[in-house]
């Protein structure tokens, strides 16, 4: 039973049933009563319980187990595996997080005769790290996984919207730590967000398309192209936002999308934005939060003659900054209190802390979004000042800093 062994075995296996070999290896090793894996949603709200390749029914929505206040939530959010044992001969429960670099995957669920010694406990991290590489190892050659994620039909314009963000919605890097989180108004909004991690830069956007529908998804994918294109042709920021307007005025029908783009050194840590018309971020510093007010420029797509200016932004190691569109500001959403809420989730890793703002504007409108609601969370290490575990993501700076890669006490 080694790493070596469920990598082959999986890869030997038709895409569909990987999961399914080495949940079969693992039930035979550890003389388990059953393995199971579970899938994080879109939302990051709920798991779904994959099974057997052979059972698996997709023409009707899969059953969604609610994360909040479950063991499952806990495991998630801590990023350390849990032992329950309920005594009198009952299976010993054993859930661990099946994450790669920062991005939650699921949960590998086993139930076991007795509870592991340290040895076992090994064997089942090194087999939940495995499955988080063989599910993004798989997932582009069969539609299960995708599957798994959707709790609830999605419309067209929905479906384009998913397929427009990263493929993983959080990363961690020995400088930085990223996450975003998207929730889809009633009518998809065109909220999207994108990062790409190069040699020597990390980049982010956030954008908006205007109208709703079908028509902002449209827009959302013109958009979110012409800055792909032009940041994979090595173009800089002001390059990239003047193509993504170029391209909204020849294509976009006279509809517009604002937008913000970033970019930070690996190098240096020099930081540097575009503001295309989009709501201002926010930067928590030492514990306090504020608003970043830089030059707008004219969103994607105006017919009227302007620039783009590139600014420079004061990144400091320990720094958290949120990017946001403005579903995250309106209606309901301006009872709250934005930057009380970052603080408050100062101690929780960017991907949980993006879940935890998005909730509270979920839970202000009522489950009922007028317009999209997008944040993406950077926590910036610093050049030289951090490292990580492989291993489990922990992140090996200064204690003194709050943790940033998700190892929070339960309740946090």
């Given amino acids: 039973m080694t790493l ?50 052979g ?20 495991v998630i959010r801590t990023q350390r595996p849990s032992v329950e044992d309920k005594g009198g001969g009952a299976p010993v429960r054993i859930v661990a997080p099946v994450t790669n670099r920062g991005d939650a995957i699921g949960l590998l669920e086993l139930f076991l005769p007795a509870v592991p010694d ?16 063989i599910v993004i190892a798989n997932r582009p050659f069969t539609d299960v996984y995708q599957w798994g994620r959707r709790t609830i039909p999605l419309s067209l314009a929905a479906e384009i919207q998913h397929r427009l963000l990263p493929t993983s919605l959080a990363c961690e890097a020995a400088q930085f730590a990223v ?13 999207t967000f994108d990062y790409v991690i190069d040699r020597d830069t990390v980049q982010l956007s956030v954008t908006d398309a205007m109208g709703h529908d079908i028509d902002a998804a449209l827009l959302a994918t013109l958009a979110v192209g012409a800055l792909r294109r032009a940041r994979r042709a090595g173009a800089d920021l002001a390059e990239q936002a003047r193509q993504a307007d170029r391209a909204m ?10 937008g913000q783009l970033l970019r930070i050194s690996l190098v240096d840590g020099r930081t540097e934005f575009i503001n295309a018309g989009h709501p201002w971020p926010l930067m928590m510093r030492h514990g306090t939060v504020r608003e970043i007010t830089p030059e707008i420029d004219l969103p994607f797509g105006f017919h009227t003659s302007h620039s783009y200016r590139v600014q420079s932004l004061d990144l400091r190691p320990g720094d958290r900054l949120v ?35 998005i909730a509270a504007v979920v839970d202000a ?9 997008t944040v993406m969370c950077l926590d910036w290490h610093g050049v030289g000042h951090s490292r990580r575990n492989a291993d489990t993501g922990a992140d090996l700076s200064d204690a003194s800093r709050p943790s940033q890669t998700g190892r929070t006490a339960p309740g946090q």
């Fill in 323 to 357: 990017m946001l569109t403005d579903g995250m500001l309106e209606r309901n959403a301006k009872s709250l209190d934005l930057s009380d809420l970052i603080v408050r989730t100062r101690a929780l890793h960017p991907r949980e802390a993006a879940r935890a703002l």
């Fill in 249 to 258: 005025r020849e294509h976009g029908r006279q509809s517009y999308v604002t």
């Fill in 55 to 74: 059972s698996v029914e997709t023409d009707e929505p899969a059953r969604r187990i609610a994360l909040r206040g479950t063991l499952y939530d806990d």
């Fill in 365 to 373: 409108n009522r489950g009922h979004l007028q317009d999209d609601a």
């Fill in 118 to 133: 340290a040895e076992v406990m090994r064997e089942i991290g090194e087999a939940a790290h495995a499955l988080a590489y």
């Fill in 4 to 53: 070596a062994g469920m990598l082959a075995a999986a890869e030997t296996a038709a895409p569909v049933e990987s999961l399914d070999v080495v949940a079969r290896m693992l039930k035979e090793h550890l003389g388990a009563a059953s393995v199971s894996f579970l899938i994080t949603d879109f939302t990051g709200g709920s798991v779904v319980r994959l099974g057997a390749a």
């Fill in 179 to 191: 996450a975003g989180a998207l929730e889809p108004a009633d009518h998809v909004g065109g909220d």
